[in-house]
C-alpha cells in the first residue's frame, strides 16, 4: 500500500482518491494479482488488464468500485528495492502491507503539492523516530 492511504496510515489527515499498489511487475505476478482482485472487486474491471500492462504504463488505473491505480515502479523505486521497506498493519485480523515513511519519502520525490506537503509530514515523522 502506498500514496495516500499509506500516509493515512502513518498519521497524515487528509483525503485520497485510489488505492495505489507497488507490485512486482512479472506479467504472471500481475495477472495473479488482478485474479485477486476481480474476485473482490464487482464491476470486473480488473479483468482488463493485460499482464503485461504493468511493464508498459507507469500507472494501470482499476475503475471499478474503488480505484486502484497498480505501479511497477513509483519515483524510480521497484518493488524489489521496497519489499524490506514494508511494515505489515493487522486490519481486522489481515496483514496488510504498507509503505514505510523512508519507503514513501522516497516516492514522494515529484513536484505535486500533495507530494511536496507528505514529504514535509514524513521527514518531520522520521526526525522523530530516529
Not at 495477472?31 to 500507472?59: F, N, S, W
Not at 475503475?63 to 523505486?77: K, P, S, W, Y
Not at 521497484?78 to 519489499?83: C, G, I, N, Q, V
Request: proline share 2%; charged share 30%.
Amino acid at each position: 500500500m502506498m500514496g495516500g492511504m499509506a500516509m493515512i496510515e502513518h498519521g497524515l489527515r487528509r483525503s485520497t482518491m485510489d488505492i495505489d499498489l507497488l507490485i512486482d511487475d512479472d506479467p504472471d505476478h500481475v495477472q495473479m494479482v488482478c485474479e485477486h482482485l476481480a474476485a473482490i472487486l464487482t464491476d470486473g474491471a480488473a479483468k482488463e488488464v493485460c499482464p503485461q500492462d504493468v511493464r508498459d504504463y507507469m500507472v494501470v488505473r482499476i475503475n471499478d468500485e474503488i480505484t486502484i491505480d497498480l505501479m511497477g515502479t513509483a519515483c524510480g523505486v521497484d518493488y524489489e528495492s521496497a519489499k524490506n521497506m514494508i511494515e505489515w498493519i493487522d486490519i481486522e485480523g489481515v496483514q496488510v502491507p504498507f509503505a514505510s515513511a523512508e519507503l514513501l519519502l522516497k516516492t514522494k520525490q515529484t513536484l505535486r503539492d500533495k507530494d511536496r506537503l507528505d514529504r514535509h509530514f514524513l521527514i518531520a515523522l522520521i526526525n522523530r523516530d530516529l
